[in-house]
C-alpha cells in the first residue's frame, strides 16, 4: 500500500524542491508495481486527496489545515501522533479496506 503523490507540487514547494527532486521519487513507485507484477500481487494506491496525517488513526476524528511544521499533535479524544506514523496507520488502514472492500480510498465528504 502507498500512497500516490504528486512530486510536480512538491517539486513546487521552494523549501523542499531539492529534497524532493533528489528523492527519486518515480524509482519509489515503480519498484514496488514492479515487485507486484512479479509476484502476482496487487498494489492499492492510495489517493492523493486522502487526509492520512489529518485523521486521528484512534478515533477516525478529521483535524483542519495543519502546516507542515506541525510534526506531533493532540486529538479531542486524547490521542497524541506524531504526523509520519499517523498517516502511516491511516494509509495502512485504508489499503486493507480497499482490500477486503474492492473500493476506492477517497476522502470523506462533508
Known amino acids: 500500500m502507498i ?3 504528486t512530486v510536480r507540487n512538491m517539486v513546487r514547494n521552494h523549501t523542499l524542491a531539492r529534497a524532493s527532486s533528489d ?18 500481487r496487487e498494489l492499492v494506491v492510495v489517493d492523493r ?11 477516525g476524528a478529521l483535524r483542519d489545515a495543519m502546516p507542515l511544521g506541525v510534526r506531533e499533535w493532540t486529538c479531542r479524544c486524547g490521542a497524541v501522533h506524531d504526523r509520519d506514523l499517523n498517516a502511516a496507520r491511516n494509509i495502512l488502514a485504508a489499503g486493507l479496506a480497499v482490500a477486503a472492500c474492492g473500493d476506492g480510498v477517497r476522502p470523506a465528504r462533508a
Do not use: I
Open 49 to 59: 486527496w486522502y487526509p492520512s496525517s489529518r485523521v486521528c488513526s484512534a478515533c
Open 3 to 5: 500512497e500516490d503523490l
Open 23 to 40: 528523492a527519486a521519487w518515480s524509482e519509489l513507485r515503480a519498484v514496488p508495481e514492479y515487485k507486484t507484477d512479479w509476484y502476482g
